[in-house]
């Protein structure tokens, strides 16, 4: 069975930074894609950024690009989420995503597995 874990959330101040993790068990996603995403309170939920793990390519939403760097760790099948010049509009609850599909995957519903999620929430 494949579990997704995340962790790291916490409350910052704005311009601070925050390292979310996503450990995987269950089974490798060697040849498959994972992501994160997040959801605000009345928001639907949205793409943040995405990994593919057979060619390390990465890509982010807009909102985030140059702020945010998704990466892996093959050894301890882990994903990270390193966030820099947090903004209050970037508080939400934070979601790890996988999928043993390949390519960009930039919608909910293209993911089969999830976490349970870490806040994240920004405010002096």
């Known amino acids: 069975q494949v579990q997704l874990v995340e962790s790291g959330g916490d409350l910052v101040q704005p311009g601070g930074s925050l390292r979310l993790a996503c450990a995987t068990s269950g089974r490798t996603f060697s040849s498959g894609t994972m992501g994160w995403f997040r959801q605000a309170p009345g928001k639907e939920r949205e793409f943040v950024a995405g990994i593919i793990w057979s060619s390390d390519r990465t890509y982010y939403a807009d909102s985030v690009k140059g702020r945010f760097t998704i990466s892996r760790d093959n050894a301890k099948n882990t994903v990270y989420l390193q966030m820099n010049s947090l903004k209050p509009e970037d508080t939400a609850v934070y979601y790890c995503?996988?999928?043993w599909g390949g390519g960009e995957r930039l919608r909910y519903y293209e993911y089969a597995y999830w976490g349970q999620g870490t806040q994240v929430t920004v405010s002096s």
């Open positions: 995503a996988a999928d």
